[in-house]
């Protein structure tokens, strides 16, 4: 056993334990007046509840499935499929149970130091519970995993032997075991993801409806009865959900490479290509380690800030300071790492063998082009949904001439904004394989992700701010205090829009990683591996996959505005009924909203989330391997398109409704025509951005994961190759 | 030569004299009063001169084209293109031309009869004569081109011999000529779609904008100095816009076959599969005279209506009647066809050679699987569009919670109704593939048009329609009049969305067929044909090509509201400094605000039409053939979801409003809050709906021609290979 693989164990270890003491050092400070304890318990047990019931759907799911698997692939999978799940879970729990001891905490701060520094490092410090959980509990689970079922295997790859199951069917172990470690972890994403985001828009998107649109009263006016669920969707959608998305597209990102590097190595022994157990043993070893070195250095990147003494004045500049510190070491570290794990191998072995065309430090600059893509794929983001630039800007002036054309606009600006990542993505694929074949592209994929404990740090304080600006405004703290969490707050708007590239960039890379290893899975080691569009099977297979994440996005978007139009009538039905809640005189009924929130996000969330899953299984069994590998292409496509569209037209409209905000526009400020038509803008764009764009990063893993752990078994039982048999 | 082939020309000879007597029989008719007259005279002359700045366009465009064609590929080719650039111009010019003759024609014999059966057939006469000039100048020019370059070429291609051209690349004279040909019809409907779709929503968008949303004056209304300009865009976009749109998905579903046909024969010819040169000559033959006994029997169904001497009270039934005669004997006849064309061959060889597994009748049955396919992808339109179901009428009830919410349930919509359109065709590709091979495949697209004549006579009779109805509001003429042409109206937006299931499921399938001829034309004849998407190169195309319809239909939806925001400028003007104009004492100036329509749609509709023109030639030399096979496919993929996408939703938008103006919601009609929300959703999918989706139509064609044209050329000359072979 290489020695290095202990880093993974510390890395994951020293990260949790650090998240452990910064949740204590969060939960022992001050939570202010009782006013601000009393909205910020609500939050809290609105948030748990929600998470509890989601939880209950969850293991019903997870079970399920692991039984499933058990019976038709092998048991390994099954239990590495808890593990995973497990693991998620725990994360996105701590994460939202933080976010909801910070965010009051962050407004207590604000409100006793009037310091904006000091109020930075408290969010940060919550935010970065979250990030520590992510990158700590996908290295443990996969520690675990790589422990339980990943030694020895090698040997018994070199004599071909594998694993037969019930049915009487031959797997590959290992393989078998990360795929349904990165499954469960991509199930509970999923759920996370679309409850979270149906939840949080539905709250948001009714609050807003009314109260902002009928009854003008400005956001998180304790007056409005939605806006507490509000708060509470920030947690469990921006928080949990955002958490376990980051934490299974990290993971897939992982295994993706381990997987493909494994079925290179059957492929290299069936064509003699100079791959030994030695090289395969080094290839698995390289992404685990690269993400161990890169938990280290955000841990390094975090304390850099937590630590600092003298705070800038601007928060912005602090926060990115922890991102570079935090990718500049990983790459420093990952340079070491890839020395030490591929120096002194043969330069003619790793080309052969792998396609490494630059030595043992290929697959380190796949992971540079990635991180370069990712940060390219980003800064295209910022540019067509900053109000700096632009497209943003020519939105907000298109809400001069009405809501319609504030729409068109937008629709066009997110179409357009399409083309420009997609070159990114497709150069990368070419230089990662180039330089790495494709075991870089998935370490392209790894690249992207690798610091990313720093930047889910980062995203995680966005919604804390927010939240602190809600308990602000809701407890009547002084204008002061709600300047600085507002300050906080829009920093992070601006931090999610290169999160957002990263989240797209990685999904597509990994996805298509995972793909070439289904290929690899049903064709026969040493043949050319080919997945022709030209075969009708796939062609049909592709245009069907296409259609899923519209469909998929359809249905979300659906359940967003079915939940989000309970919570208007709710809204209106007290504000009829309740007289008072305008003037202040009478509470309003802020449990009755959540319980909506909830029940509509639970509810809605089923059938999108267990199409992922079910889809291309039942495509498998009816249409067998070559439809559903059209399937996932199709779908990888689509969906790559559709996240860029979703999340740059919802960041324009929202930028650009606030650009007028700001009175940008002479003459056109807060409560004009026009900014009523950014509003509509903004109301639709918030479940395109929130909850389409993310959902559908998870979508494209889910699916081409689950396909393959299920290509085993429907390559060999399909209902075409059956008809094609009694006929034939 | 086979006598059969005699057929083409006699059909297209009849159709085109139908088509001279129906518009002279249109002309002589009288306009009715002078205003009237007057009227119709300023759109006809909008019309004309919008259409001949247009052409001098295209003639600069085709020359280049041209050009460059001659000198790289060869100059039968650029004959070619030149003859099918005519013979789709010719078709748009003559169906602009009698529908701004028959629109007043229409409303004065609704004057003078108040006979809605009358009035139709007056209607359908002026729509039957763009639907035969559509069938009969596409089986001319390429009845022509057959005589030209089709003659003796099969004996040319037993010895392998080819053209070569001045670079010293080899050439098949007759695919390049029929791909010329194709792209020809392409580039001429890609302009007169997108220059159309500009005008005739710049100018809608921009007279309802201020018309029915600030002025609130009804639509039509001549106060309004923008609706001489908005009834001119009838007749440029959807009468000479559609039908050079279906001339060329017509020509591309003809050719498809033939060049697939041609190329699989070398194929045949290289692995020894038994396709002689007599089988080419059928497989070449078959589609061409299934398309000439198609437009004789459209003449049929025409004339059915026509001369038919007791009509009825429902102008829908009259209608369908003459699409099914149509239809029906098409059916008839190509059984004949495929008889006569088919019979005697050995079922043996039709099987191996084209994969024929139902004998003679296989590509008959291919092409009736193509009718059935189309046909219940306009049922489905029908469904997702039509206030008789629920998607729509769940649509329109949304409006009651404002336009945001409105617009996020239209999205909704037109998100979900991707997956049924995409089952059938998928399944549709694998019986048809099973049935007659790849021919089949394109025989299928071939079957979807083969009535295309009866179809575009029913198409243009809506806008000629819709024109009436405007003319006999503006002369002031008496409701009843009103009464009449809106009835026609109505039934005119029924019968647009089983069209809309042709075109996009035709273009598809034409696409496809065309792909298959550009893989076989870059890979060695007797090598297997294979598009594998797991090479990085097509990978990566794959994803350039999807973002390329998102940037195409982003720019799409800018022009046309940039080019509307423009009318509402002129519009608000006018209203300003006219006085009088509102209360009717003062004539807006209508002039100015069609020359704004027309210099709009003529600057915006270059760079987006010349677009996929270029892309796929340039990175086709830049990154080769292998990235151009991804790109096409990728490209196809999303725009068949963005063409049913923008559709559906658009159309659902357009008839949710219609269903709240019919009161059909107690308590929310026209004019109500809900009303004025259902029209931003109206406003925004128009440009999806009748300029973004037609377009996308004959952007997957257009693409796969020019890239099956130049694919001879760059697969020999391309930067990465000459990088490679620098390096290597």
């Known amino acids: ?113 009037r310091d904006i520094g000091k109020t930075v490092k408290v969010a940060f410090k919550g935010g970065s519970v979250m990030g520590l959980c992510v990158g700590g509990f996908a290295l443990l689970g996969l520690f675990i995993v790589y422990m339980i079922f990943g030694f020895g295997l090698s040997q018994l790859q070199e004599t071909s032997a ?27 994403a999923m759920f996370n993801r679309v409850g979270g985001g149906i939840y949080t828009k539905a709250a948001d998107m009714g609050a807003d409806l009314v109260g902002k649109t009928e009854a003008h009263i400005p956001e998180d006016d304790p007056r409005n009865p939605a806006t507490i669920a509000d708060n509470v969707g920030d947690n469990v959608g921006d928080v949990a959900g955002l958490g376990s998305d980051l934490l299974e597209s990290y993971v897939g990102a992982i295994s993706s490479g381990i997987i493909l590097a494994y079925h290179m190595f059957l492929q290299s022994q069936a064509l003699h290509l100079g791959m030994t157990t030695d090289l395969l043993q080094k290839c698995i070893l390289f992404p685990l380690v690269f993400a161990a070195v890169g938990l280290i250095a955000c841990c390094v990147g975090i304390a850099s800030l937590l630590f600092k003494s003298g705070m800038s004045r601007d928060p912005h500049k602090d926060l990115n300071g922890a991102t570079y510190v935090s990718a500049g070491t990983t790459m420093v570290l990952g340079l070491g790492a890839a020395y030490l794990i591929f120096g002194g191998m043969d330069r003619a072995v790793l080309s052969s063998a792998l396609g490494f065309s630059a030595g043992m430090f290929s697959p380190w600059i796949a992971a540079t082009i990635g991180i370069a893509a990712g940060v390219i794929i980003g800064a295209f983001a910022e540019f067509y949904t900053s109000t700096d630039y632009n497209p943003t800007k020519r939105l907000a002036r298109a809400s001069l001439e009405g809501s319609a054309l504030t729409i068109t606009q937008g629709l066009a ?19 990662a394989y180039n330089i790495a074949g494709m075991y870089g592209v998935s370490m392209a994929a790894m690249g992207m992700l690798s610091f990313v404990t720093a930047t889910v740090s980062v995203d995680t304080y966005g919604p804390i701010s927010d939240n602190a600006g809600g308990i602000a405004e809701m407890s009547e703290l002084d204008a002061e205090v709600r300047e600085i969490t507002d300050t906080l707050d829009s920093v992070g708007n601006t931090t999610a829009a290169i999160g957002k590239g990263f989240a797209i960039g990685s999904g597509a890379l990994a996805a298509l990683a995972l793909m070439i290893s289904y290929l690899y899975s049903y064709n026969e080691a040493g043949t050319d591996l080919i997945l022709n569009l030209i075969d009708p099977m796939t062609l049909a297979g592709a245009i069907v996959g296409g259609a899923l994440p519209f469909l998929f996005s359809g249905m979300l978007i659906e359940a967003v505005a079915k939940a989000a139009r309970k919570m208007v009538d709710e809204v209106r039905r007290q504000f009829k009924e309740i007289p008072g809640i305008l003037d202040g005189t009478a509470k309003p009924d802020y449990k009755t909203c959540i319980e909506i929130s909830s029940k509509g996000a639970i509810g809605e969330m089923k059938v999108p989330s267990l199409l992922a899953i079910i889809v291309p299984v039942a495509c498998g069994f009816i249409f067998g391997a070559e439809f559903v590998g059209g399937l996932l292409i199709g779908s990888t496509v689509c969906s790559i398109m559709l996240a860029i569209f979703t999340g740059n037209a919802g960041g324009a409209w929202d930028n650009g409704k606030k650009y007028i905000e700001t009175g940008a526009i002479e003459g056109h400020g807060k409560g004009s025509p026009a900014h009523d038509a950014a509003v509509v803008g903004d109301t639709v764009g918030d479940p395109l951005k929130d909850t389409v764009g993310p959902c559908l990063d998870i979508f494209i893993k889910i699916m081409s994961t689950v396909s393959l752990v299920a290509v085993y078994v429907f390559h060999h039982y399909n209902l075409v190759d059956l008809i094609g048999k009694l006929i034939g």
Not at 174 to 181: A, I, K, V, W
Not at 424 to 429: D, S
């Open 1 to 113: 056993m290489n020695l290095l693989i202990l880093l993974v164990i510390f890395a994951a270890v020293l990260a949790l334990a650090f998240a452990l003491f910064n949740f204590l050092g969060v939960k022992k400070m001050p939570e202010g007046t009782e006013k601000m304890s009393e909205i910020a318990s609500a939050i809290r047990v609105g948030a748990s509840a929600f998470i509890r019931y989601e939880y209950k759907v969850l293991v019903v799911v997870v079970a399920i499935v692991a039984v499933i698997m058990a019976v038709v692939t092998t048991w390994h999978a099954a239990i590495a499929l808890v593990i995973g799940a497990g693991m998620s879970a725990c994360a996105g729990f701590v994460g939202m149970k933080i976010a909801t001891y910070a965010n009051v905490r962050v407004s207590n701060r604000a409100r006793e130091t």
């Open 413 to 431: 600006l997110g179409m357009k904004s399409c083309m420009a990542p997609c070159i990114i993505l497709g150069g990368g694929i070419i230089l």
């Open 162 to 188: 594998s694993y037969v199951n019930l049915l009487g069917l031959h797997f590959i172990p290992f393989t078998m075991t990360l795929s349904g470690y990165a499954l469960g972890c991509s199930i509970v």
